[in-house]
Nanobody, 124 residues
Framework: QVQLQESGPGLVQPSQTLSLTCTVSGGSITTGLYYWSWIRQPPGKGLEWIGSIRYNGIAYSSPSLKSRTSISRDTTKNLFTLQLSSVTPEDTAVYYC????????????????WGQGTQVTVSS
């Protein structure tokens, strides 16, 4: 069974870059027709898809966040990463990594497996 675990700082200062890592176990990020995705949920709001990287290394981003988003992977460590630049308090959210069947991700039903989530707060 695939397991995903998010890691990264819980507090980021405004204008800085948010960096998160998702470590995957129980399955390779280079096999299968899956997307390896980042999703967030701001307080009191619904899920927001940030972007994904596919098994073949092609990355996709939400149009609203594309200019600030970079998603990459390290196949030797079986992990993928998110960098979100120029953050503001509006980027405060619980960030999830997930294996998804399709994108963009709008519902939990699209998530085949997902991590427990990590709270990221943007504040000075």
């Amino acid at each position: 069974q695939v397991q995903l675990q998010e890691s990264g700082p819980g507090l980021v200062q405004p204008s800085q870059t948010l960096s998160l890592t998702c470590t995957v176990s129980g399955g390779s990020i280079t096999t299968g027709l899956y997307y390896w995705s980042w999703i967030r949920q701001p307080p009191g709001k619904g899920l927001e898809w940030i972007g994904s990287i596919r098994y073949n290394g092609i990355a996709y981003s939400s149009p609203s966040l594309k200019s600030r988003t970079s998603i990459s992977r390290d196949t030797t460590k079986n992990l993928f990463t998110l960098q979100l630049s120029s953050v503001t308090p509006e980027d405060t959210a619980v960030y999830y990594c997930a294996r998804t069947i399709t994108i963009p991700v709008t519902t939990r039903g699209q998530m085949d497996s997902w991590g427990q989530g990590t709270q990221v707060t943007v504040s000075s």
